[in-house]
């Protein structure tokens, strides 16, 4: 769940840039410091919750503490002790925070570098800035565990079919015709693909684009309540085994729209209910299907067919390990 947070930290310590500036060095072994301090303080709390579940019987739990705890900034397990959750979210708020001052003090130290006329260190602390601002963009929320996927929404790059743009930090489809748009995004084998949208006008569906490694299959919400994940072998684009009739999607009503891909299949959630469940290797996906392809198979999309949609929101929860951001849409 905080994979991505605690590979960012041992990267954004591990200091790969180069500096030469006092300045520069100063911001950067403060930010080293400070994350070396917050995983001590990390494995302290973990140690306690180990010897409790340990002494409760939880020999797994133990086991999952015991890994943290010997290397606190790799990937870190499910845990199910709240106490241990909480500790872990509390640790990656700290990193985010340290993160965020760490590039305060690169940019003084830029200043600096600028006013001096060291134009070179002045280059390269700007890249550790642009570095980290990506690595931010990429971290999962600590309470949630979602990645905000918005900032890798390119309507320039990604849109497949249609008009697609970014307004105020939510993506927006034109409502006219079949329009489709891919994010620069490479899912893990498991994970949680979460979107939060309104229809503006329209009368057909809208789509979450999805993928089981190179497999693309697709969610669609029927405006007049008829759901069903497409495309499977030997039903064409008519109804299967997944389809349901559940209330229907309302113009200018807030909904959110939750997949969850797993190993075994994937279920849809509709405002926190979940209304279809596919149990399935893919091997049933009809990879085939002409209707709703990405340029590339292996990321996430949005879709729309005759309704205009606001996606407010687009998330992912990495499950199984983290997934792929891709330059510019492509491999």
Excluded at 315 to 330: A, D, L
Aim: hydrophobic share 40%; glycine share 8%.
């Amino acid at each position: 769940m905080f994979a991505m947070g605690f590979a960012q930290a041992t990267d954004n310590a591990g200091g790969e840039t180069e500096f030469t500036s006092a300045s520069a060095n100063s911001a950067k072994q403060k930010y080293a410091a400070g994350v070396t301090d917050a995983q001590q303080k990390l494995v302290v709390v973990l140690k306690q919750v180990q010897g409790d579940v340990m002494r409760s019987g939880q020999l797994e739990e133990a086991n999952r503490l015991a890994k943290m705890i010997a290397a606190p900034g790799e990937a870190v397990p499910e845990f199910t002790s709240l106490r241990a959750k909480a500790a872990v979210a509390n640790y990656v708020s700290l990193l985010q925070r340290l993160g965020k001052q760490y590039q305060a003090d690169l940019k003084v130290a830029m200043a600096q570098n600028l006013k001096a006329g060291q134009l070179e260190e002045a280059n390269r602390v700007a890249q550790e800035i642009k570095r980290l601002d990506l690595a931010n963009g990429q971290a999962a929320d600590p309470v949630t565990g979602f990645i905000n996927l918005v900032p890798y929404i390119k309507p320039e790059t990604g849109t497949v079919a249609g008009k697609w743009t970014v307004e105020n930090g939510a993506v927006v489809s034109s409502g006219k015709g079949e329009e489709r748009i891919q994010i620069a995004y490479q899912p893990p084998e498991e994970y949680d693909y979460k979107v939060t949208f309104t229809v503006l006008e329209g009368d057909n569906c809208l789509l979450q684009l999805l993928a089981e490694k190179e497999k693309p299959f697709i969610w669609a919400l029927g405006m007049n309540g008829a759901h069903t994940f497409r495309y499977l072998k030997g039903t064409g684009i008519g109804n299967n085994r997944t389809s349901v009739k559940e209330a229907p999607i309302r113009l200018n009503d807030r909904h959110t729209s939750i997949v969850r891909v797993r190993k075994t299949g994937a279920e849809a959630v509709l405002d926190g209910k979940v209304i279809s469940k596919w149990p399935t290797n893919y091997d049933d996906v009809a990879t085939d299907a002409p209707w709703w392809l990405l340029k590339d198979h292996s990321l996430l999309g949005l879709g729309s067919a005759r309704a205009r949609t606001v996606f407010h929101t687009v998330e992912v929860k990495e499950v199984s390990g983290p997934g792929k951001f891709i330059h510019e849409g492509k491999k």
